[in-house]
């Protein structure tokens, strides 16, 4: 039987190269290497070394992708199951400290030490999203270990869904699929978060079922939300691009008074409407199937007001190519949602596109501000949750980033 964590060949960067990864990055690119030995077959682990032969160390290579090869360890460390178990260990006990173990992101890629995997726990249940070769190579010899370490932590997995649907696998040369790994179950799964219920479609709905990356920022809008209810007798929230009501429903939580939550999916209103029956909100809660673009500046013919509008759109872009049109789509949505803010209320704007960079997207909501003559005044930023954790020397790994604005 084949050892998954043999090193089979060698990777030999060009002189003046690896430039990312001698700066703390994981990545090795096409353009970095000088040769590839012939024993070095795609998936496989290969060592790397500096162009004067010094141990870099050891990875992952996939000729067919630029980010050729994926680094799991430095120097002399060698990658085995010993290591990746106490990685696992590291993010079990990470999670405890930051988060918890019913409802997070247990693995988030290269942060963690496993390039090209991601695992979220939902309530005992896993979802798996690999993309990369090598790891769909090392994910048999992994995935034990992860069951192991989760049940001695006192959590263990009631089951594993394997959500290898993202269109990146196909530069690595990987089929589209969704599987079990073991036996199947129930894939509409109930969780709670920040007091919140919710039934989370693990097997259809976006990314492994629910974007676990908000879960700060949305306690955020429960905050405010709270204070708001302290000095008005009613609040009125708008929430644009809904999905399955998360942040409408916490705006809900903390006593909303109307709330009105916006998707252009007709099955993301149907889960979100049925999320707020569950809560028992379903008297405070409006849904409504509409385009934004469309919806927002209707809104603003109409003269509607709201004490807090909340724009929680899909990342616009996904390429360096398309920032400028993404900018434009921020643009509108910002300063359109800006002249639904009653004087005094507030607006939560975010992005999830790493590609919009932190100063590219705040002078994105600065140039709508100017467009709907609004002065901001920021009263809270943040970025993904801490179980997605920020990699530094690893650019792409912070890609969420959210405001919330007082609006005179």
Request: hydrophobic share 40%; with cysteine.
């Amino acid at each position: 039987m084949t050892d998954v964590f043999e090193i089979t060949g060698t990777v030999t960067l060009a002189r003046h190269e690896g430039r990312f990864l001698k700066s703390g990055g994981d990545w090795i690119f096409d353009n970095e290497i000088a040769d590839i030995s012939a024993d070095a077959a795609d998936g496989s682990l290969v060592q790397v070394k500096d162009f004067d032969g010094y141990d870099m160390g050891a990875g992952f290579i996939n000729r067919r992708s630029k980010i050729t090869v994926r680094m799991l360890t430095r120097g002399h460390e060698r990658p085995d199951a010993a290591l990746f178990a106490a990685r696992v260990r590291s993010c079990i006990e990470g999670r405890r400290v930051y988060s918890d173990l019913s409802c997070c992101r247990l693995i988030f890629g290269e942060a963690d030490g496993f390039p090209g995997l991601v695992a979220d726990l939902y309530s005992g249940y896993l979802v798996c999203q690999i993309t990369a070769l090598g790891m769909e190579r090392l994910f048999p010899a992994i995935l034990p270990l992860i069951r192991e370490e989760l049940a001695a932590a006192g959590t263990p997995v009631k089951g594993v869904l394997l959500r290898n649907d993202e269109k990146v696998r196909e530069k690595e040369g990987l089929t589209l699929e969704k599987k079990f790994a073991g036996e199947a179950f129930d894939t509409r799964v109930p969780i709670v978060e920040n007091g919140v219920k919710y039934i989370v479609d693990v097997m259809d709905g976006q990314k492994t079922g629910f974007f676990l990356d908000q879960k700060e920022n949305r306690a955020a809008v429960q905050r405010l939300v709270g204070g708001l209810k302290k000095t008005k007798e009613s609040v009125r929230v708008l929430d644009c691009f809904t999905h399955t009501g998360s942040f409408a429903l916490n705006a809900a939580r903390a006593g909303a008074t109307q709330v009105l939550a916006v998707d252009a999916s007709d099955l993301a209103i149907a889960q979100a409407r049925e999320n707020a029956e569950m809560n028992g909100w379903a008297d405070r809660v409006q849904f409504l199937t509409a385009d934004v673009f469309d919806f927002l500046p209707q809104q603003v013919q109409e003269k509607e007001l709201y004490d807090l509008v909340i724009l929680d759109p899909p990342a616009f872009t996904k390429s360096r190519n398309s920032v400028k049109a993404a900018s434009r789509g921020y643009r509108q949505i910002n300063s359109d949602g800006m002249r639904l803010v009653a004087p005094g209320g507030y607006l939560a704007t975010c992005t999830c596109s790493h590609f919009m960079e932190p100063e590219l997207f705040r002078k994105t909501i600065a140039e709508a501000a100017h467009i709907a003559h609004r002065r901001l005044s920021q009263v809270y930023s943040g970025t993904q949750a801490p179980d997605h954790t920020y990699l530094w020397g690893l650019s792409e790994s912070l890609y969420l980033k959210f405001y919330i604005f007082r609006l005179d």
